[in-house]
């Protein structure tokens, strides 16, 4: 199986998933590719960016990491529950004098513990991805609620929780923001708030990981997946037992 996997523009990405304990991921200039925001329950997650202009977000913290050509690399410490997403700076934010904004991308992601499941995670979450619409698929609309399923199981079963709300941001420097806070105390968007969409987006993908079960269907496919990386995955529950 072919360790590259390639996407298309306008959301431009290359995943070279040759090493098991690490992912390396290239954004061409032009790319509008995002992580999107999710947190990790039972990861500790790096980013080290080798090249390149990226914005990372932590929870309501965003900056730009800069590394010119030459330069060390820049790691990224993101702790277990901290709300992240990251890609490509806008040109307005990249260092002009080293003409960031045409450079690629290139970040490593790792995890603590690195135990393999990052990689297994891009594997089946790009194939899915990727698929073509089944010819005899009743209607185009209906496969991408399919899809959106599919990619709700492989979050749920290996450990990538999409903020699918976000209502920090939504009320941010809002009166609604004001008066909650009024009611609630200063503390109420990183907990209450925080805690009523983390608690949505569990809810969320516990659902679909229920209907895929009774499915049939789990996180990892046969053939998603190269075979070493499969057979762990069995042994730790994860397979998927039917593919479409």
Request: glycine share 6%; proline share 5%; net charge negative.
């Amino acid at each position: 199986m072919d360790s590259i996997i390639t996407r298309q523009p306008p959301a431009s990405v290359t995943y070279d998933l040759s090493h098991p304990a690490q992912t390396i991921i290239t954004l061409p200039a032009g790319s509008t590719w995002s992580s999107g925001l999710h947190f990790h329950r039972s990861h500790d997650e790096y980013l080290v960016v080798h090249r390149g202009s990226v914005r990372v977000r932590l929870d309501s913290r965003v900056e730009t990491v800069n590394v010119r050509p030459g330069d060390a690399p820049i790691e990224i410490a993101v702790p277990r529950g901290v709300w992240h997403d990251w890609g490509r700076a806008t040109t307005s934010h990249a260092t002009s004098d080293c003409d960031l904004a045409q450079e690629d991308v290139v970040v490593i992601e790792r995890t603590d513990p690195a135990d393999g499941e990052k990689t297994v995670f891009f594997w089946n979450l790009n194939t899915v991805i990727l698929q073509q619409t089944p010819w005899w698929f009743p209607a185009r609309r209906m496969w991408d609620w399919w899809v959106t399923f599919r990619l709700f199981v492989i979050f749920a079963e290996l450990d990538n929780v999409p903020v699918m709300l976000d209502v920090p941001a939504l009320v941010a420097g809002t009166w609604l923001q004001g008066a909650i806070c009024r009611l609630l105390g200063e503390a109420c968007v990183e907990r209450w708030v925080r805690g009523m969409d983390e608690s949505w987006s569990l809810l969320v993908l516990w659902v679909a990981q229920l209907i895929g079960h009774t499915l049939g269907l789990g996180a990892v496919g046969r053939k998603f997946t190269p075979l070493e990386a499969y057979q762990e995955s069995v042994a730790t529950g994860k397979k998927g037992k039917k593919e479409m």
